[in-house]
């Protein structure tokens, strides 16, 4: 059995007033059985990791580069997150891909470099409206989830994947679960094809996830938790969601 996972991604919102209130307001509804993590934006990492040491709820960071070090100005390497505490960090964010132009082998390399500093990565992967529109769903989430598996081999098991369909992101349209589970199942068995233990492995959805419809979603088989969003940024709201994952 799969223990689910609920991880907030904060994107480019927060103040240190704003993540001092979120934070509390989370550990005091917590704990909840299942796993739960946020991602915040990097200038408030450090200070995420120093409020929530001793709680359950871990954290990560929304990227990191696919280089090591060196003369990349503007980039956070994996080392630099790993040194202190962080657990996962998401890679091939739809938004990324989309407004920095990220390829799937640069998305993989990342995944890559994640995981040679022993943080879970997880891979986003998802179809536009357009893509959906024209029957592409099956093609374009499998493309890019080979990119991975190729470059990840064997590793492939230990990363996260969320599946997000771009029309559903901030947009109110959530994927049905059954629409959801399709696009699961599918990359389950992708993964199983290059994996043994993709039994074990964990596929989040994420795509305006509520309050109000994340029981559906979390209760299909091959959904394991989700990736959330605006409902992240307020106590109350994760809280719901991750109470429903639980
Ligand atoms: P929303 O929950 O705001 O739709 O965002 C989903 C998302 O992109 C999480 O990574």
């Known amino acids: 059995m799969r223990r689910k996972l609920v991880v907030g991604n904060w994107k480019m919102n927060g103040s240190h007033a704003a993540n001092a209130e979120l934070l509390a307001g989370l550990q005091a509804e917590g704990p909840w059985v299942a796993e739960v993590a946020v991602c915040a934006p990097f200038p408030y990492l450090a200070e995420v990791?120093?409020?929530?040491?001793?709680?359950?709820?871990?954290?990560g960071a929304q990227d990191c580069s696919a280089h090591e070090s060196g003369a990349y100005t503007g980039e956070v390497g994996a080392a630099m997150l790993a040194e202190f505490g962080c657990r996962y960090v998401i890679v091939g964010h739809?938004?990324?891909r989309a407004f920095h132009q990220e390829s799937d082998q640069l998305v993989a390399d990342k995944a890559k470099a994640a995981l040679a500093h022993r943080l879970?990565?997880?891979?986003?992967?998802?179809e536009t409206l357009a893509e959906r529109d024209a029957g592409q769903t099956t093609a374009v989430v499998k493309r890019q989830m080979s990119a991975v598996i190729h470059t990840l081999a064997h590793c492939i098991s230990q990363v996260v994947v969320a599946y997000e369909p771009v029309w559903a992101i901030g947009t109110g349209k959530t994927a049905t679960p059954e629409q959801a589970q399709a696009v699961h199942a599918l990359l389950r068995a992708q993964l199983r094809a290059a994996s043994e233990h993709a039994g074990d492995m964990k596929i989040l959805y994420g795509g305006s996830v509520k309050a109000d419809n994340a029981a559906s979603l979390f209760s299909q088989a091959d959904i394991d938790g989700g990736l959330i969003g605006g409902a992240s940024l307020k106590a109350g709201d994760f809280a719901a969601i991750c109470r429903a994952a639980s």
Do not use: D, F, K, M
């Open 49 to 59: 990791a120093l409020s929530l040491q001793g709680s359950p709820i871990a954290w």
């Open 120 to 126: 879970t990565p997880i891979v986003c992967v998802g």
């Open 94 to 96: 739809s938004e990324r």
